[in-house]
């Protein structure tokens, strides 16, 4: 436990004022747990020496080999800041991208939180997504610049050039905050004036739309009025710390401003505005002066701070001058042992003094606790944020579930505070590692009773040794039983120990690993064996207010309230990096370990003991899992113990996914190989325990359909031709008798079908959606979800509080659309959007282009208040089976005709949709019925007698539309099943052949990554790249450094084994990372044959060594089990010359 006691921490526990919880945030490699070490080392937890060797947060075997963190651990310390004695909560987490899930957890708990940036590589992709996160979870952030060794022993900088080279990081750090202030200021803005335009629009009801359309939003005028000083990072406002965690110290401009200002006799709040900026010492004058860039002079920042840093390294590190190491050693009044002077690595004299002079653990830690919230500073604002679900209103809520905002603000301890707890993941321990199943030290007493019993029994032995000895050479009997007598010795005291190891029962060794749910309290106090409410994510306070009493405990008999359960916290954890301390209890604003929850928490909850209490939002995860294998065990008979093991790495990884696909494969989801590895290792040698196999990683594809192209493989221009060549296909194909007798293509790419009942049709034509709109509609997907809940709600009869954020964001979305679908094809298109598919809200649109079917339109909440009820009421009323269509649509949408893959980007327009009503009687007999089917009938009637080109009705064409229905009316009902479903077959169907009657393209899944690279690597950095068909974005030189940064884009399918190639192409100079970008359309056409002379001569007669979307396709069609067109053929030169003597 190092130097503080379990009770010392216990004691500090009950203070809010003075804790502080905080994480370390930073790109991957920039030194996180490197600081840590030296935090953790202050505490006396590791030896000083080894902080930053050891890596203790890093306690996974694989963490510690690759060099990397995988999981967010979390650890207390104890610093005194003067009188004041401080608690923090630190929790260190991982830089991979893979495992930026772990980040999301880590900063929901926290308050503050350090953001490392290394000296020599600045601001990363993840440093941008770090602070992101910070920003989305209002936390407060302070910098550390890391690795400042670096710029003296291998950039090798001047102080000056270093100074300069400082001064553009912090610039680089404050853009990224400003940009994210800045949108967030014009946000608010908006909505306050919304909200204002609001209450406006309510008292003078009738003039209100008139006046607010008319308002001038002038954006500057926020931004001038909000002072944002303190969220930009700067040294003389206290947040930055210069820092070499490696070499163990750091400071801030604080405490050289102290030693000046003793030192030299000028004011330390002087010295503290002075020494970061433009100013210098004018020795003669004695003042300290503005403009030393202007006049040529050493800013003070380098004078009287870098410069005695850069000597120390030059004495010590490059020159090894002992004297001057010493004189040096004296004047700065620290202690070097005789052996560290001796060493033969300068690193260790170095450590050794500067760990003394500017210790990193005293500059972070007194920052952290200056700059730093407690949990009692907890802002409205991020309260409201995180009880506020989804599009809910916060005022929305119920009043008692208001009311614990103000719990939430007190962080009150007190005996009638309600416990508010969140638990952001479950993370697995070994039981064995569990406080109250370790061995406790012996106590000197027990140690001397053991030995006293060891003597003795050596002493039995001995004598029963001896005397079968003498036994023996009394008997003169053989050798067999002097080797027996010791034999049988040693068995029984094999069979002793084989005692104490007792084969445990089964059940103890399928409990080998315990869940502990990673948490903190907000407010009230959690006590051991406490009864509380676990509240699912869909958990609605209002809902189980009115069902159960407010003030009703866990511990009661309860009605069952949906999404709500009952769980007991068995036991409290004070988290210590690898190990925990029993806890008896725990009061609000601390960070904690609970276990006991692993029967009701899947991997993050909201617990309280009031039902009240909403469930907090969900957390924001910036990765997106892309990377799915099929697992298998090696021994087919094991596959309960993967099921099992598989649902518990579930609960223990908050990104992974895992789920039993329709083809009963056993599937894993995660976000990029290093967490695969992770994973698979975790599930072979923790949480199944058996041999695994696992597939190669399934590569997700889109399907989608293109404009024709005007060119073809050959660069030559295209005329009809193409387009003609599609419709011969389908043609070729009908008459090859795979169209059946409802089915008809007309030329133009309309498909009509009916059902088999011959009662409906419909005609349905795919159409290509701008590149634009797909990506819009993708980006959006979260808000066409939400829009999709509104509408149910809606049709449902009942009223969604929806926030105005939501409706305005709403709102710019059908602008945006609107404004993205021009032209004469899309008149209209947004006001007809049917439903977005698939699952509701993917990136594919039902179009109602159906004459005379006016239905109420998706934007319907946009239209408020009554007038959207009775107005929808009238006029657009819906039809019978209208979501029939709609299913329909989705199911085509989810697997398209070319390998089985989702839809992205199709647009299918619905153009006709006829019922013959005589399904159902009732309606046709009686005139006055429902509006909507009579409607329907009418319109039936009039296309099915007014068109005699209904092609896929043969016999009804002669037959005329009367007799065609008797017909199919006395089959309809017994031999063709649900008019619904046959519809939804139809729809289905319908869909699939418009898609193919277009020109199909698959997409592929993108991954960008930016990769560092000195000049000397970068051929063969591109040499890979291009090897795995990458396209580089952009390059460029990195100011200050000799380092290169490179943009490209990869395919996902081409990325297995990316960065372990580069990492060994370059000696391990440049690792990329890689993050799922986007989709795009792989050009070549999977379907395409050569039908020119120069695409012969180009590609030869199969022409399918260049089609890399064909091989893909297969590839999916082959793992799926689908038909594949392929012949395959062994002797191919034989065959040929066969075919061409015939
Ligand atoms: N030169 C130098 N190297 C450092 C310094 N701090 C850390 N390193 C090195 O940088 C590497 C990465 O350090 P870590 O502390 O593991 O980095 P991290 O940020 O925890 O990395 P992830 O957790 O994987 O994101 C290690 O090899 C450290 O020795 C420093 O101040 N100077
Ligand atoms: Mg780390």
Known sequence: ?????????????????????????????????????????????????????????????????????????????????????????LIDSPGHVDFSSEVSTAVRLCDGAIVIVDAVEGVCPQTQAVLRQAWLENIRPVLVINKMDRLIVELKLTSQEAYTHLQKILEQVNAVTGTLFTSKVLEERAEKEKEEKEEKEKREEKESEALGGDQVYDWSAGLEETDDSHLYFSPDQGNVVFASAIDGWGFSIQQFAHIYSQRMGIRAEVLLKTLWGDFYLNAKAKKIMKGAQVRGKKPLFVQLVLDNIWSLYDAVVTRRDKEKVEKMVTSLGVKVMARDLRHSDPKVLLSAICSQWLPVSQAVLSMVCEKLPSPLDMAAERVEKLMSVGARRFDSLPEQTQELKRAFLQCSSGENAPVIVFVSKMFAVDTKALPQNKQRPLTQEEIAQRRELARQRHADRMATNQQAESHESHAQSGSTSQAAQPAGDNITAQMESLAVKEPKPEEEEERKETFIAFARVYSGVVRRGQKVFVLGPKYDPAQGLSMLSEDCSASDSL?????????????????????????????????LGIGGLEECVLKSATISTSPACPPFTPLNFEATPIVRVAIEPKHPSEMPKLVRGMRLLNQADPCAEVLIQETGEHVLVTAGEVHLQRCLDDLRDRFANIEISASKPIIPFRETVVRPPKVDMVNEDLGKQQKVAIIHQVKEEASQGRLSD??????????????????????????????????????????????????????????????????????????????????????????????????????????????????????????????????????????????????????????????????????????????????????????????????????????????????????????????????????????????????????????????????????????????MATAEVLGRVYGVLGKREGRVLHEEMKEGTDMFIIKAVLPVAESFGFADEIRKRTSGLASPQLVFSHWEVISSDPYWVPTTEEEYLHFGEKADSANQALKYMNAVRRRKGLYVEEKIVEHAEKQRTLSKNK
Not at 21 to 46: E, Y
Not at 985 to 1008: I, N, V
Request: glycine residues 8%; proline residues 5%; negative net charge.
């Open 559 to 591: 009605p069952a309230v949906p999404h709500l359960s009952c769980c007991s916290m068995e036991s409290l954890y004070l988290l210590m990096g690898r190990e925990l301390e029993e806890l008896k209890e725990v009061p609000s604003g601390n960070v």
């Open 1 to 89: 436990m190092g130097h503080t006691s379990l009770d010392k921490i216990i004691a500090l526990q009950r203070n809010p004022a003075n804790i502080r919880n905080l994480c370390i945030l930073a790109h991957v490699d920039h030194g996180k747990t490197t600081l840590a070490d030296c935090l953790v080392a202050s505490n006396g937890i590791i030896s000083s020496r080894l902080a930053g060797k050891l890596r203790y947060l890093d306690s996974r075997e694989d963490e510690q080999i690759r060099g990397i963190t995988m999981k967010s651990s979390a650890i207390s310390l104890h610093y005194a800041l003067g009188e004041t004695e401080y608690l923090l909560n």
């Open 742 to 1011: 409802t089915l008809h293509l007309d030329p133009s790419g309309l498909v009509t079908l009916t059902t088999p009942n011959r009662l409906a049709t419909v005609g349905v034509r795919a159409i290509a959606l701008p590149q634009e709109v797909t990506r819009l509609l993708e980006g959006s997907s979260e808000l066409v979800r939400t829009l999709e809940q509104v509408n149910m709600s809606l049709r449902e009869g009942r009223r969604l509080e929806v926030s105005p954020r939501t409706l305005e964001a709403i709102a710019g979305l059908k602008a945006q659309l609107e404004s993205l679908l021009q032209g004469r094809k899309w008149r209209n298109a947004v006001e007809s959007i049917w439903a977005f598919g698939p699952r509701r809200y993917g990136p594919n649109i039902l179009l109602n282009s159906v004459e005379g079917y006016q239905r109420p339109s998706v934007w319907q909440c946009l239209v408020r208040g009554e007038k959207a009820g009775e107005a929808g009421g009238q006029a657009a009323a819906l039809r019978d089976f209208d979501n029939s269509i709609v299913s329909g649509f989705q199911l085509a949408a989810l697997s398209g005709p070319m390998c089985e893959e989702p839809l992205m980007g199709v647009c299918f327009s619905v153009e006709r949709w006829d019922i013959q009503s005589s399904s159902q009687p009732q309606h046709q007999d009686s005139p006055e019925g429902d509006p909507a089917s009579r409607e329907a009938s009418v319109d039936g009637k009039a296309t099915a007698e007014g068109t005699s080109e209904i092609p896929a009705r043969p016999e009804g064409v002669t037959a005329g539309p009367s007799q065609a229905r008797r017909r199919a009316e006395a089959g309809s009902v017994d031999c063709y099943g649900p008019v619904s479903g046959q519809l939804i077959a139809a729809m289905k169907e319908a869909c699939r052949h418009a898609f193919q009657a277009q020109p199909q393209r698959l997409m592929a899944a993108m991954y960008t990554c930016e990769i």
